[in-house]
């Protein structure tokens, strides 16, 4: 069975950073495509940063220069380092995976998800 589980998130003020973490079975971790997606209230689920079992990455525009996608495979957990945060970066944040090789941005070819993390950012 696929476990996800975040952590990290929080409240800071514009400018500020957070590193997101999530925590996966070894089987997981070592092969499936994974990725960092959020939600804030009233919109769609989209995107944010996702990296194949090779290590290759794909950022969303948004966060481009901002956030860092890494994997620790000593520790089988996955990363989210977010930079110069802003007010517009608040959401819930959901580690997800899935099988294959390509690490694609679309929400709907992820089929694990973890409960999430609450990243709230102040102005």
């Known amino acids: 069975q696929v476990q996800l589980v975040e952590s990290g998130g929080g409240s800071v003020q514009a400018g500020g950073s957070l590193r997101l973490s999530c925590s996966a079975s070894?089987?997981?971790?070592?092969?499936?495509?994974m990725g960092w997606f959020r939600q804030a209230p009233g919109k769609e689920r989209e995107g944010v940063a996702v990296?194949?079992?090779?290590?290759?990455?794909n950022y969303a525009e948004f966060v481009k220069g901002r956030f860092s996608i890494s994997r620790d495979y000593a520790k089988n957990t996955l990363y989210l380092q977010m930079n110069t945060l802003e007010p517009e970066d608040s959401a819930m944040y959901y580690c997800?995976?899935?099988?294959?090789?390509?690490?694609?941005?679309?929400?709907?070819?992820?089929?694990?998800w973890g409960q999430g993390t609450q990243v709230t950012v102040s102005s």
């Open positions: 997800a995976a899935r099988e294959g090789f390509v690490a694609t941005m679309r929400v709907d070819l992820y089929r694990y």
């Open positions: 070894e089987y997981t971790y070592r092969t499936y495509c």
């Open positions: 990296i194949d079992s090779n290590g290759r990455t």
